[in-house]
């Protein structure tokens, strides 16, 4: 993997962390390939496409006890074959203005470099604590 795309990965996970952390429904949608699927750590409820997952965090970010994640990147490994990466490391969800850890654990995204630009394919999550 050359270090420009690891870093570019590194660079866009830190961009969803703040959409995140910010309750930046408009920040979400352009990291987000059109198929996205995510499954969530402790139900293992499947989220498939942009659209869903957005409306997803909109409903998150109007909770009146609202939940905010953060993933940290341990690895990112690159396909030398596709403009495909693989992003392993940990999550945390803290209750938004205490920071109460709520849950964590770990989990693994599939990127992919689209115009330029890289998008998560695929996110899989598992709750450890």
Do not use: C
Request: proline share 2%; aromatic share 8%; charged share 20%.
């Amino acid at each position: 993997m050359t270090t420009s795309a690891d870093l570019a990965i590194r660079l866009r996970r830190a961009d969803f962390n703040r959409a995140l952390a910010e309750a930046d429904l408009n920040a979400i949608g352009p990291l987000l390939a059109f198929h996205a699927v995510l499954i969530t750590g402790s139900d293992s409820a499947v989220i498939s496409g942009r659209k869903a997952q957005l409306q997803a965090w909109k409903r998150e970010f109007a909770a009146a006890e609202r939940t905010v994640y953060n993933r940290t990147p341990e690895s990112i490994v690159a396909s030398t074959v596709e403009p495909i990466a693989m992003e392993y490391g940990r999550w945390q969800g803290v209750s938004a203005g205490s920071e109460h850890l709520l849950a964590s654990g770990s989990y693994s995204a599939k990127w992919r470099q689209v115009g330029g630009d890289w998008v998560i394919e695929a996110e899989i999550y598992l709750t450890l604590a």
